[in-house]
Structures are given as C-alpha cells and as structure tokens.
C-alpha cells in the first residue's frame, strides 16, 4: 500500500521533533496519537471512548472506538450488551471490552489547535524526562557550557542538551559572566520541579576544587593521590590535604606540578584563589600544624573526646596563624574538622602562671599549709586536693625538702577536707531534694548530684529520662563555625561513654529495661562460643 503524502509527512515530522528533542521517536509519535485522540473526542462526544494509533512504519491512522461488554446496557455511547458482543467475538466475557472503527474525520482549526496543545505538552514532559534522567546520575561532575542570560545575578548554562543555573551565591565573589561566555562548573544537585528538572552547578564548593585537581594531577585520576579534605574561602584562599599512597611519590609536588603549572591552572579556572596544598597526615597534632602553615607552631595540646586543640605559636607568628580576617585558622579548622585556638607564648605562659598561683591558694586553704609548702605542690605537678589525698604516699614524700611524715600529714588533711566538703555538699543535696536512690548510680559523685538537683533532676526516674547531650553537651558544625552547647555535668570530666552507661543503669534501677534487654541471649551466646576460640588462640601463641 502507497504511502500517502500526509501519512509521510506525519512521520517526517516526529523524525524531525525527535532528532531536536533528543527523544524517542515512538514517544512523539504516541504523542500525537493522544492529540488525535483529543481532536476525535470533541468530534465525537468527549464521553465516547475513542482510541486512536498511528502505524509507526505507514503513518495510517485508525481511529477506533471501545465499548465496556455489560449485561444490561445504560449508556449505548460506551457500553454493548454480553449477546451482541458475542455475535462478534463468542469468547467475549462481561467486563472485557470491544472496539469498533470509527470514520476518518477532518480537523477543524479548535480541534488543530488543541491538538498542536497536546502534542507540544507531551514532547515537552518527555525532554524533561529526558534531561532529568540523563543528569541525575551525574551529580559530582564538572560540566562545560555557554551563558545563555544572566538573570537577577544568577547564571543560566546552556550545556547543549539541558539547561542549568548558577545561583548568585554560588559563584566565586566579583566573578561576572555576560551572554557568550564558556564556563566551567560542578554539578551538585538535579531535582524534579513543577517547572521541569533544575540542574543546579557550583562554582564555590570545595568539591569543584577537588574534582580539578583531579582533571589536572593524573595521580589523583590514577588514585596514587587521594584528596582527604579541601576548604575553601572562595575567590580569595583554600587549602587542600593530600595523601600519597606510593611512598616514592611526594604527594604536594604531585599537585603543584613542573614549575607550578598544575596548581597554576587551577588557580587560573578559580579567579586566581590561592591555594595551600598540605601534606595530610593520621596524626591530629601534625596534620594541625602542617594546616596552619606558614606560621610556625611550637606547642599544642589535644582534647580529643571534644575535637579541640590548642596551639602556641610564637608571638610574632600571631597575626601569621590567625590570618586576615581570622582567615587561616578559620580554613584550617574546617579543612582538619577541629576547633582551633591559637594562643602566643606570652598568653600561655601567663595562663600558666595563673593556674599555678591558683593551685598555690586552693592547697593552702585546703591543706592549710604555708605559701613555700603549696607552691612546692603545684610545681610538681599537683592540680587538685583529690590528686594529693589519693596518689602514692612516695610521690609527695620524693619533693625536695618533704619526708614520709611530711607527705602522711599532708594526706591527712586532704582527705580530711574531703571528707568535710563532702559533707556539706551532701546536705546540700538533701535541700535539693535529690533522691537517695541516686547515689547508687556508679560513678555519679555528691558534686554531680548537686549540680543535678540545681537543673532540676533529682528522682531516679528524672535521671533515667536524660539523654547523653543533655550531661555532657554537644556541638553543632554551621557554615565551618562550630558551636557548643553545655551539659549539665560540663567540668567533671565525665566522657559520653560513661555519661550513657550511668543513664541506661538508672533505666534498668527504674524498670524502664530489662537485664534481657540490655543482654539480648543471643548475643550471650555469641560471646560464649567466642570464649573458647580465644582461650585456644591464645594457648596455640
């Protein structure tokens, strides 16, 4: 059968839609086939059930209608009674449906008109798929596009087949792009939206950094290089950490390249951003120094349960490590995740000297003792009564110019005020009205239970619905700024882990868990079947 002209050109068309959408074919033609469908409806009656299909391969068009097989008939429009459909089929069950042809019909210009509708709708949810699918699973990659317009600040990226958005506040700060210009960004989220799908590209975030160097250092490509953390203060400094996994590879000149030229064509693509490249290293302290650099660190002191370091820098390298603006420290402390202060030799010193006139006093008014006996303390290394009430008699008896009888003495009236201040405490306690069943939670102390009771917790069942923020603290990591919280027992050294032990004991005391609970059987048996491995293990050593 010939094709006729109209049918031709039908399929030229979807050929041709196609090949610019970049969509299936079949989609554009099934398109059409529902704009007919549409256009037939309002020929024929919008609640006649008319189907319509256009042969892929000829382009004819058969328009059809369908009638629901019913017992007993109330719309003739859309139904067939069970013994006229079994004249046509004798198979034919209630509930199936049949079809009959329709006539061609011409289309005027409204039905052209809402036809041209549906099949423009259509094409166009079908390049949004399209788009969608294409880029959802290319979230982390560095694309390359043209500016097709800059609206209110933010830059629209023609990247051939999709568009994508540069939002003002991720663009490198002065950076302006005008109609024409090629530019390279990060792609870190594609969603669905009523509009269509939103491509959403970075030039700021510290992964566009990352995925630059790895464009420019083959290592890295390769994995011989591995790039553990970057921060970035865009357009003006970032620092990044890198690791070598062959030790015969130096990790910082891999980066930087022959005469800089690797660095320098990262540098280029990022408005000239200056670039600190930093040995990375498992050890906190090193890799915190070597962070901070150029300025030069000549002590620190870890607290690792809070992820905080303290650093002393000389005191003309200050203004070096702080940076302007708070810039270095402020890089370095998101590039390693700790809080970082920076203290001069002088402030150190000084806050030495200040704890050590401070534990002079307490041991004098503690000990009652003379000023020489309390400084000899201190300068030993002596910070707290409790430390010379319970530490080995032959530590203090050692002190120059001190003897056995010196050193029992001493004890003595340590734990003398111990016991006093313990007492007040514990009278304390009892104003609060902290319960007794308190005490019994093992490693809660009289000073703990008072701080308690002043918040308010003073019942077993108090303490028992507390989590472990609420005792020890917590912090909360914005925008590189980290900020702490309080707990209610902060300054008694209690860890996390202790802190949850002693919560879950007041739960089993209160009857909130069980033994059981806590000690499911089937991990008992597990630990008993372990036991023997490990008692053979360690004979067959």
């Given at each position: 059968m010939a094709?006729?002209?109209?049918?031709?050109?039908?399929?030229?068309?979807?050929?041709?839609?196609?090949?610019?959408?970049?969509?299936?074919?079949?989609?554009?033609?099934?398109?059409?086939?529902?704009?007919?469908?549409?256009?037939?409806?309002?020929?024929?009656?919008?609640?006649?059930?008319?189907?319509?299909?256009?042969?892929?391969?000829?382009?004819?068009?058969?328009?059809?209608?369908?009638?629901?097989?019913?017992?007993?008939?109330?719309?003739?429009?859309?139904?067939?009674?069970?013994?006229?459909?079994?004249?046509?089929?004798?198979?034919?069950?209630?509930?199936?449906?049949v079809t009959e042809p329709l006539p061609p019909m011409d289309f005027g210009r409204i039905a052209a008109q809402s036809a041209k509708q549906v099949i423009v709708q259509k094409v166009r949810e079908a390049e949004r798929d399209r788009q969608y699918d294409e880029y959802k699973d290319r979230v982390g990659e560095i694309v390359n596009g043209t500016v097709k317009r800059v609206e209110y600040g933010n830059v629209i990226v023609d990247l051939g087949r999709a568009e994508a958005i540069i939002r003002r506040d991720e663009m490198i700060p002065r950076e302006n792009f005008r109609y024409g210009d090629r530019v390279r960004a990060y792609i870190y989220d594609v969603r669905r939206e009523q509009r269509g799908p939103q491509i959403f590209l970075s030039r700021t975030r510290p992964e566009f950094m990352a995925k630059l160097f790895t464009m420019e250092v083959p290592e890295i490509y390769d994995g011989i290089i591995e790039i553990k953390s970057v921060a970035r203060d865009p357009g003006s400094r970032a620092k990044i950490a890198v690791i070598s996994r062959d030790s015969s590879i130096d990790p910082v000149g891999a980066c930087v390249g022959m005469r800089g030229s690797r660095v320098q064509a990262v540098v280029g693509e990022l408005q000239g951003e200056k670039i600190d490249i930093i040995p990375w290293s498992p050890d906190a302290a090193s890799f915190i120094v070597n962070a901070l650099q150029p300025a030069e660190v000549t002590k620190v002191v870890l607290d690792e349960e809070a992820e905080r370091i303290e650093v002393v820098v000389p005191d003309d390298q200050l203004s070096l490590a702080i940076g302007r603006r708070g810039q270095n420290v402020r890089l370095a402390s998101q590039l390693t995740g700790w809080d970082i202060d920076i203290l001069t030799e002088q402030e150190e010193s000084e806050r030495r000297q200040a704890e050590f006139v401070e534990n002079t006093n307490t041991f004098m008014e503690a000990l009652n003792v003379d000023e020489m006996v309390a400084q000899l303390l201190a300068s030993e290394g002596f910070t707290s009564v409790e430390e010379v009430a319970y530490v080995d008699q032959d530590e203090i008896a050692t002190i120059e110019g001190f003897d056995e009888n010196t050193a029992e003495e001493l004890q003595a009236r340590a734990r003398e005020f111990l016991d006093r201040l313990e007492a007040e405490l514990d009278e304390e306690r009892k104003q609060l009205g902290v319960s007794d069943d308190l005490r019994g939670i093992d490693g809660l102390t009289t000073a703990m239970l008072v701080a308690l009771g002043k918040q308010g917790i003073k019942s077993l069942e108090d303490f028992a619905g507390c989590a472990s923020d609420d005792l020890v603290g917590w912090s909360e990591r914005k925008a590189g700024e980290t900020t702490r919280y309080p707990g209610i027992l902060d300054g008694f050294n209690l860890s996390r882990v202790e802190a949850e032990r002693m919560i879950m004991d007041a739960r089993l005391k209160a009857g909130w868990v069980s033994e059981a609970d806590l000690y499911p059987p089937e991990a008992e048996a597990a630990e008993d079947e372990a036991e023997p491995d490990a008692a053979g293990e360690a004979a067959t050593v």
């Open positions: 094709v006729s002209a109209n049918r031709l050109e039908l399929l030229q068309i979807a050929d041709a839609v196609a090949r610019e959408k970049s969509i299936d074919r079949q989609i554009v033609i099934q398109a059409m086939a529902d704009a007919i469908q549409k256009a037939a409806r309002s020929r024929y009656g919008q609640e006649t059930d008319v189907l319509a299909d256009i042969d892929s391969k000829t382009g004819e068009i058969k328009l059809q209608r369908r009638l629901l097989v019913v017992d007993q008939v109330e719309d003739y429009g859309t139904q067939i009674p069970l013994e006229l459909a079994r004249d046509r089929n004798p198979d034919i069950q209630l509930g199936d449906y």
